[in-house]
């Protein structure tokens, strides 16, 4: 009887990391691509955060290499599920001198924990 509660608990078990991970449209530790990624408001929004953050973290104006940069929009993206949602991104802003740049930026989302962390915000090659 036992060993029939644990194969019954062991399946149930199966079945809910199953549907965790299909919730999230995709394997755990695979990257994929975002589609429609211009249509994509969330996908957006990270981008946003990501250059704001940087512009914050670097105190914007002319104390750094960049200037203070200006969101465009994400031209491209991949998720990744990992401990959170990791986007991976290629984003287009304009600078004051009226310039566009693409930068390369890393973003781990944990919405349980209301928390967004700008790991990566370089110039893309």
Request: glycine residues 10%; proline residues 2%.
């Amino acid at each position: 009887m036992a060993k029939l509660i644990f194969i019954i608990l062991s399946v149930l078990s199966l079945c809910t990391i199953t549907a965790s991970v299909s919730g999230y449209d995709g394997k755990v530790g695979g990257r994929r691509e975002v589609e429609d990624v211009k249509k994509n408001k969330q996908v957006q929004e990270v981008g946003r955060f990501s250059v704001e953050e940087f512009n914050r973290r670097r105190g914007g104006g002319n104390n750094n290499v960049h200037g203070e940069l200006m969101f465009s929009e994400v031209i491209e993206a991949e998720k990744q599920v990992v401990a959170g949602i990791k986007y991976y991104m290629k984003i287009e802003v304009g600078t004051k001198s009226g310039e566009t740049k693409v930068f390369d930026s890393v973003v781990v989302l944990k919405p349980w924990l209301h928390s967004k962390e700008l790991l990566n915000f370089s110039p893309s090659n």
